[in-house]
């Protein structure tokens, strides 16, 4: 009878069992609207834009992605306008970029957008962070026939490549990180559209969460290294009117050194360039090995001038996108804080030394 007893109690606990399975069994990935690009537009102070790309996977959908658009004062009200004209659960799970256009990274405070979504448990520190000219939305609602998805477009473009001229990487987590920490502000890069071709241009530095400045693509290449970026696709130089020449030079590596003085806040700063001379227009009919020690010394004085010209926009800016004072900062008791970086930066003075080595020619173009 026990038996009998105990038999039936395992038979009714196992069904109960399946049917609670079967309650909470997980939505399917046709069941939910995953989120992979998010893009943000200003409307005026209290009000912004929200745009997002969602892939569509059906089979039966006409285009590979859906677009849809809200406007809202608060993040998470911008969700809920946008769940509300899907029918599927919305995610953020897949969540691979965030865009912000021009106007809203200037007027509004892109670290309070930034942060919410770092907080969001389910969406990865790795999401990248752009700026657009113009709006985004415009290069979300818009279709790009070569492309597979806009979605993956766009990741594609911001994702580190041997051959691109410049990419500076920036990540939710990185930007959060540079904002956050009192030696230097953060950077992202900028893109833009040209004939339905979207390009990047450069880098915005930011200053308490607002844009202040932007820089073209030789700028932040020269910001990279100065950084610590310790390899370099290609560097472009337009050499002086007595050489009336421009060279490339590829598969760099760098060696940055900083060294800040205290007492008389001259900044020292040391770069040395090694890479292979791939690309040459000038009036040489042909570079030798016997050309390159002038070749290297017209380099160390056109990037050196680069460099200087580069750390007084900044200056003037007010902005130190590098790091160049946390060697004192490092040595110091007291709590460091933003306006000791700027104070130090005001007055500083900039003492560049350039050391370029060219290994080869390359096949030359």
């Known amino acids: 009878m026990r038996r009998k007893g105990f038999f039936l109690f395992f038979v009714f606990f196992t069904v109960l069992l399946t049917g609670c399975s079967e309650n909470n069994r997980q939505p399917s990935l046709e069941q939910y609207s995953l989120v992979t690009v998010m893009g943000f537009d200003y409307v005026d102070k209290d009000t912004f834009g929200m745009s997002v790309v969602i892939p569509q996977v059906s089979e039966a959908a006409e285009q590979p992605s859906q677009y849809l658009d809200t406007t809202a004062s608060l993040t998470q009200e911008a969700l809920l306008h946008i769940s509300?004209?899907?029918?599927?659960?919305?995610?953020?799970?897949?969540?691979?970029?965030?865009?912000?256009?021009?106007?809203?990274?200037?007027?509004?405070?892109?670290?309070?957008?930034?942060?919410?979504?770092?907080?969001?448990t389910e969406i990865r520190s790795n999401v990248r962070v752009v700026i657009v000219e113009g709006e985004a939305k415009d290069i979300l609602n818009r279709t790009y026939p070569d492309k597979p998805s806009t979605s993956e477009y766009l990741h594609d473009l911001l994702?580190?490549?041997?051959?691109?001229?410049?990419?500076?990487?920036?990540t939710i987590h990185h930007f959060l990180h540079d904002e956050t920490d009192p030696i230097l502000e953060a950077i992202a890069p900028v893109i833009h559209l040209e004939e339905n071709v979207l390009q990047l241009k450069g880098i915005g530095v930011f200053d308490d969460g607002y844009w202040k400045l932007s820089l073209n693509d030789q700028e932040s290449k020269y910001i990279q290294a100065l950084r610590g970026k310790v390899k370099m696709t290609l560097l472009k130089v337009k050499l002086d009117d007595e050489w009336e020449e421009e060279v490339i030079l590829k598969f760099i590596t760098i060696k940055t050194k900083i060294r800040p003085d205290e007492k008389t806040n001259t900044v020292r700063i040391d770069v040395k360039y090694k890479g292979t001379l791939t690309e040459y227009e000038g009036s040489k009919q042909k570079i030798t090995v016997e050309d390159f020690p002038a070749l290297e010394r017209q380099l160390d004085k056109e990037i050196k001038k680069e460099i200087e010209d580069l750390l007084i926009k900044l200056q003037e800016n007010e902005v130190d996108p590098i790091g160049l004072f946390e060697k004192i900062r490092m040595r110091q008791r007291k709590e460091w804080k933003l306006e000791d970086t700027k104070k130090h930066l005001k007055d500083?003075?900039?003492?560049?030394?350039?050391?370029?080595?060219?290994?080869?020619?390359?096949t030359l173009k």
Not at 348 to 362: M, P, Q, R
């Open 84 to 120: 509300s004209k899907t029918d599927k659960t919305v995610s953020l799970k897949q969540l691979r970029v965030v865009m912000f256009s021009e106007e809203f990274a200037k007027k509004s405070n892109m670290r309070d957008i930034i942060t919410f979504l770092y907080k969001e």
């Open 159 to 170: 994702e580190p490549r041997m051959y691109t001229f410049y990419n500076p990487v920036t």
């Open 348 to 362: 500083a003075t900039f003492d560049v030394h350039v050391n370029t080595t060219v290994t080869s020619t390359g």
